[in-house]
């Protein structure tokens, strides 16, 4: 029971914290500290020969570094449980990018509404990789709302599926991983060869928590076309992974996404996810919002029920 204990009470403290505070600019972060080793990394081993290599090399030292250190931290603070509690609880909070998704799309569409194209084109750009220069509108939004479906399993439901497996250092671990493929996964002459390890490892780490994402999406919303829409197209993405939650939502929704865009400079042709072209309305937002704090509280509850239960019973 004590085990369950130190595995829930930080579990809950992260949660209620990320619900508090999001995720604050200019605070200090794990990530960012994950993102300065990536580019360190990167800007020395990306030049030259064998950059595959360099590239797998990188990831793999990376992610068993961090594993490692948090496992060595939990070690040496285990004895004293209320540190162990407030520390583990403060890095899922970190974890956890639930509050701070949902307040990025929300500001999108705030600005969209507000100040108009531009100023909406300048807030999409903090969240998307995507050139957001020349894009409608409708366009806006749908990058909003396939950013907040996709990141809804890489910032909260494959953290939350890797605390449950092993506790902050997976979680830790597969942010490390999540870093390296949004700073290295580019198919870009730079990055092509250097950034597929680490890109194919993200696909990995993102098979199922992407697949089960979708699947609590259908489940909190009943959608029965949500349901179809994933059999549909949940593989037609070219990530193996983004497509199954774009397509729950699309199916929720009963919209569109999808088609070509603009990254670095080049343009990506992507396959439509969805039947209706229908205008995105400001006021959805609000739906989506609700979706992702459905499913982050379901995963939470869940992660709790099967530690008491697994508890209890041994």
């Known amino acids: 029971m004590e085990k369950a204990v130190l595995l829930i ?10 619900l508090w505070l999001g995720d ?31 590239g797998m090399l990188l990831a793999i030292f990376l992610v068993v ?10 070690y040496v603070i285990f004895e004293y449980s209320g540190l162990y509690i407030l520390i583990n609880g403060i890095l899922v909070w970190y974890g956890l990018a639930n509050k701070g998704l949902i307040t990025e799309g929300q500001n999108v569409f705030l600005a969209l ?5 531009e100023a909406g084109r300048n807030q999409l750009s903090r969240i998307v990789g995507r050139d957001t220069s020349q894009l409608s509108e409708q ?9 907040m479906s996709e990141n ?10 890797y605390y449950a497996i092993a506790g902050v250092p997976g979680m830790m671990a597969y942010k490390m991983i999540n870093t390296m493929d949004s700073m290295l996964g580019y198919r870009s002459e730079r990055y092509e060869w250097f950034g597929k390890f680490p890109a194919r490892l993200d696909d990995v780490a993102n098979f199922i928590p992407s697949r ?77 919002s609700h979706i992702n704090h459905k499913v982050c509280f379901v995963v939470v509850t869940l992660i709790l029920i099967v530690t008491m239960s697994v508890a209890y019973l041994f």
Request: hydrophobic fraction near 45%; glycine fraction near 10%; proline fraction near 6%.
């Open 152 to 161: 809804l399993s890489d910032g909260v439901v494959a953290p939350l599926f």
């Open 65 to 74: 570094s961090v594993f490692l250190f948090f496992t060595l931290l939990n």
């Open 139 to 147: 366009q806006i939004r749908i990058a909003v709302l396939e950013t």
């Open 113 to 117: 509404g507000i100040n108009g194209l």
């Open 24 to 54: 604050p600019d200019n605070w200090p972060h794990p990530v960012r500290v994950f993102g300065n080793a990536i580019a360190l990394g990167e800007k020395i081993l990306n030049k030259n020969s064998y950059r595959f290599a360099k």
């Open 212 to 288: 089960l994402t979708a699947i609590l999406m259908i489940m909190v919303t009943a959608s029965q076309r949500g349901f179809r829409f994933i059999l549909k197209y949940g593989n037609k993405h070219k990530s193996p992974n983004a497509g199954y939650p774009e397509a729950a939502l699309a199916g929720i929704l009963n919209c569109r996404f999808g088609g070509p865009n603009v990254y670095q400079g080049v343009v990506v042709e992507k396959p439509f996810i969805g039947e209706s072209e229908r205008t995105i309305l400001a006021d959805e937002i609000n739906v989506v």
């Open 9 to 18: 009470s930080p579990l809950l403290i992260g949660y209620v914290l990320d």
